[in-house]
């Protein structure tokens, strides 16, 4: 256990169906990030939030929705999602967003996106 | 736009080599680089970090370079075992971590 925790691990779902996608953490960090990591592919990020507030947005479709709450809980929210999107998506944290040479990012142990 | 680059993609060896994975990327101007490992179907967990002020850091059998002018890094495995069988994935930290693909390892026994 990493201190990162995502549920599901696992989620199959259809193109017309609205699912979500949580993250949490108790290690005290600021910033949180969602990266997407395909077949064959490198991880690309996807979204950053520090303090709750989104900084990076890599050029997302909107049928990926984050949420921030607050400081441990991160949201990806799902909808009309297409099969190349199936995809392992790996939340992670860290102390600092930037400006630090010593932030460290914790991933958790990603949830597994299958979209039929 | 910091692109990574990983070389080689996949390596196979015999129990025992010490070997080298590479690293490099495009932009010079990062805080850190992390060298991550990934077994199969699970998230990442982080070998070492090298801050940009730094040269090399050192956990265990695994030594970690940085030459940031060049753009590049390199992870050294000393006496590589079967337990060692994994992706190693090299990033690199501005806003967020940028990845590069990965090298696959295989360590036989």
């Known amino acids: 256990e990493t201190g990162v925790t995502q549920t599901p691990r696992h989620l199959v779902m259809g193109m017309t169906n609205k699912k979500s996608l949580k993250c949490e953490q108790h290690?005290?960090?600021?910033?949180m990030y969602w990266y997407k990591q395909s077949a064959k592919k490198p991880l690309e990020l996807m979204f950053v939030y520090s303090l709750e507030e989104r900084v990076e947005n890599n050029s997302v479709p909107s049928r990926f929705s984050p949420e921030c709450p607050n400081s441990s809980h991160l949201f990806l929210h799902l909808h009309t999602l297409q099969p190349e999107d199936s995809a392992l998506y790996l939340c992670a944290s860290s102390q600092l967003l930037s400006g630090s040479g010593a932030n460290v990012l914790t991933f958790g142990a990603g949830s597994r996106l299958t979209v039929l | 736009k910091q692109e990574v680059t990983q070389i080689p993609a996949a390596l196979s060896v015999p129990e025992g080599e010490n070997l080298v994975l590479n690293c490099s990327f495009t932009d010079s101007a990062i805080y850190n680089l992390q060298w991550f490992r990934q077994d199969p179907g699970k998230g990442l967990t982080s070998l070492l970090l090298?801050?940009?002020?730094?040269r090399e850091q050192t956990s265990g059998r695994l030594n970690a370079s940085l030459d940031k002018s060049s753009g590049r890094s390199t992870l050294y495995i000393a006496a590589s075992q079967p337990g060692d069988s994994a992706t190693y994935l090299c990033a690199v930290f501005t806003r967020g971590l940028v990845f590069g693909a990965g090298t696959i390892l295989r360590v036989k026994s």
């Open positions: 290690l005290g960090h600021n910033a």
């Open positions: 090298i801050q940009s002020s730094q």
